[in-house]
C-alpha cells in the first residue's frame, strides 16, 4: 500500500478530513498571498496616476474636459481694477512680453492686459485708414530716424586703360517721425460696473479703439504736427513737371472741380515705376463715387470691385483705400492721392497702452483715461502723388 506524501514526511498516518483541511489551508493561505498582491500592485498604479495628475497641473496642460485659461490671472486683475480701483492684482504683475512692457507705470497708469490690447490693435490694422498701407513701426524712444537716399550714384562706362573719374555721391536724407500721445476718455456708471455680466474689458477695448481709430485716421491725412502726427497733405505740393524734393507733387485734372479719366492716367504714370508696383489709390466716399463712373475710350468703366469679400475695390488695376478724411471735390482740392504708402508714410508707435481709472472727476460715473504714443509723417517724397481738381 502507497504512503500519502504527508505520511512520507511526518511518518504519521492522517485520516483523510485532516488531509482535506490542511489543503484547504493552504489554498486560503495562497490566495490572500495573491490578493495582498494585486492590492499593492492597484496602490502603485494609483500613486504612478497621482503623480502624472500633479504634473499635469503643474505644466498648465489642458485637460480633457476643457482647457485652462492662460490669461485668467492678468484678466481678473485688470478686471478687478477697472470695476473697483483695486490695483493689488496688477502690482508685481508680470504681464505678457511679448504684447507689453512689464513696468507698472509710477503715475498710477496700468498697461492693459495683453487681450485688450490685441483687440484695439486689431481695430486700428483693420479701420479705413493709411495705417493699413502705410509702414508701422514699434519703437521704445520718443522719436524714429528714417534715412532715406532720393539721389542716385554717379556711373560711367570704363574701358581697360582708361582712368575711372569720381561719380557723384548719394545724399542721404534724415526724417525724424516724432512721438505724440493719443488718448481716449470713456466713461461709464459705477453701477454698470459692478455688474459682473458686464463686459467691461470688451466694452472698453471698442471705446478705445473707435476713438483711437478716428482721431489716427484724420491726423495721418491732415494732421498739422503740432503735438499730433503731420499727414501727407499738409506738405507743401507743386507741379509735378516741377518737382522737389521736400514737396509732393500733383498732377492737374485740367477740370475745375473735377476729374476725367485722362487725368487717372496721368496720376498713375507721374508716379515713378519702382513706386508704381506697389501703388494705392486713396480718396473719400464722395470722390469714389465719381470716378467709379469714369470710362476710357472704349466704354469700360476704370473701376471695378474686388473679385472676391473683403478684396478692395481697384481702379485701374490698383487697390483703392476709401479714406474719409480725404478732401471732397472743389476747385483746387487735392482730393486723390496714389502713390506706395509702404515706401512713402511711415508711422512709429510704442508697443504700450495705458488705462488710468478715475473715479472722482465726474462722479457718480468713472472715466478711463486711455493713452498711446504714436507719430507718422512722410518719409519718402517720391514715392506719392496727388491729383488737384483744377486746371492747372
Not at 2 to 22: F, I, L, N, Y
Not at 97 to 103: C, D, F, I, N, V
Not at 284 to 301: C, E, H, I, P
Amino acid at each position: 500500500m502507497r504512503m500519502s506524501r504527508t505520511e512520507e514526511t511526518t511518518g504519521v498516518a492522517q485520516s483523510p478530513a485532516e488531509e482535506v483541511r490542511r489543503a484547504v489551508s493552504g489554498f486560503v493561505s495562497d490566495f490572500k498571498g495573491f490578493q495582498a498582491e494585486i492590492e499593492t500592485k492597484l496602490q502603485q498604479t494609483e500613486e504612478r496616476v497621482n503623480m502624472l495628475d500633479r504634473k499635469t497641473i503643474t505644466a498648465a496642460r489642458p485637460p480633457l474636459g476643457g482647457a485652462v485659461d492662460a490669461g485668467a490671472p492678468h484678466q481678473k486683475a485688470f478686471n478687478a481694477y477697472l470695476r473697483n480701483g483695486d490695483d493689488d492684482g496688477l502690482r508685481g504683475l508680470e504681464l505678457e512680453g511679448k504684447a507689453l512692457s512689464t513696468a507698472v507705470n509710477s503715475d498710477g497708469g496700468y498697461l492693459v492686459d495683453p487681450q485688450t490690447s490685441d483687440i484695439v490693435k486689431s481695430v486700428l490694422h483693420n479701420t479705413a485708414s493709411i495705417r493699413a498701407i502705410a509702414q508701422v513701426v514699434t519703437v521704445e524712444a520718443t522719436s524714429y530716424d528714417v534715412l532715406v537716399d532720393h539721389s542716385d550714384v554717379g556711373a560711367g562706362w570704363a574701358t581697360e586703360s582708361a582712368s575711372v573719374g569720381e561719380t557723384d555721391t548719394p545724399q542721404i536724407d534724415r526724417i525724424t517721425v516724432q512721438l505724440h500721445e493719443l488718448s481716449a476718455l470713456p466713461k461709464a456708471s459705477q453701477r454698470l460696473l459692478d455688474d459682473a455680466a458686464f463686459d467691461i474689458e470688451g466694452w472698453l477695448a471698442g471705446r478705445i479703439a473707435d476713438k483711437f481709430a478716428r482721431a489716427e485716421a484724420g491726423a495721418f491725412i491732415n494732421g498739422d504736427g503740432v503735438d499730433k502726427p503731420r499727414g501727407f497733405l499738409t506738405h507743401a505740393s507743386v507741379d509735378n513737371d516741377v518737382w522737389a524734393w521736400g514737396n509732393l507733387g500733383y498732377v492737374p485734372s485740367t477740370v475745375a472741380g473735377d476729374v476725367t479719366g485722362d487725368a487717372i492716367v496721368d496720376l498713375v504714370y507721374a508716379l515713378g515705376a519702382q513706386y508704381r508696383a506697389n501703388g494705392t489709390f486713396v480718396m473719400n466716399s464722395k470722390v469714389a463715387g465719381t470716378v467709379r463712373k469714369l470710362k476710357d475710350m472704349d466704354g469700360r468703366f476704370l473701376w471695378s470691385d474686388g473679385l472676391a469679400a473683403g478684396e478692395p475695390a481697384r481702379l485701374m488695376g490698383y487697390p483703392v483705400l476709401i479714406a474719409e478724411d480725404m478732401p471732397d471735390a472743389a476747385d483746387g482740392s487735392l482730393s486723390i492721392a496714389f502713390g506706395d504708402f509702404a515706401a512713402g508714410y511711415t508711422i512709429a508707435e510704442r508697443p504700450d497702452l495705458r488705462i488710468l481709472r478715475d473715479p472722482f472727476s465726474a462722479k457718480p460715473h468713472v472715466l478711463f483715461y486711455a493713452t498711446k504714443r504714436v507719430g507718422g509723417d512722410v518719409s519718402d517724397f517720391a514715392a506719392i502723388k496727388l491729383l488737384k481738381f483744377g486746371t492747372s
